[in-house]
């Protein structure tokens, strides 16, 4: 069973920079897929980044290399680096992980494929 505590939200101007922390609790965090989601007002979750349990990482498209997903499996936290921000990535931000390990191309940025997910944090751009 994994614990997530998503922390480091905020109001940013256009432009500006966040980085979103996810401290996990639980023997499962090494060994599981990690992804950040979001939530617009008003829109349903999507995927923003994820990580698998051999630190390879996909990003939805609108990311445009402006985001950074990493872990530290020795902290047990994932983090989710933003610059660039625009006011489209104002969201509910989630921290999400998964039992399995690896996630094929059509399950990484799917929610119900995630056992595990934090109460979020607000982006305000």
């Known amino acids: 069973h994994v614990q997530l505590v998503e922390s480091g939200g905020g109001s940013v101007q256009a432009g500006g920079s966040l980085t979103l922390s996810c401290a996990a609790s639980g023997s499962t965090f090494a060994s599981s897929s990690l992804a950040w989601f979001r939530q617009p007002p008003g829109k349903e979750r999507e995927g923003v980044a994820y990580?698998?349990?051999?630190?390879?990482?996909v990003y939805n498209d609108f990311v445009e290399g402006r985001f950074t997903i990493s872990k530290d499996s020795a902290k047990n936290t994932l983090y989710l680096q933003m610059s660039a921000l625009k006011p489209e990535d104002t969201a509910m931000y989630y921290c999400a992980a998964s039992d399995t390990g690896f996630l094929g191309i059509l399950f990484r940025f799917l929610v119900p494929a995630y056992q595990y997910w934090g109460q979020g944090t607000q982006v305000t751009v």
């Open positions: 990580i698998d349990n051999t630190g390879g990482t």
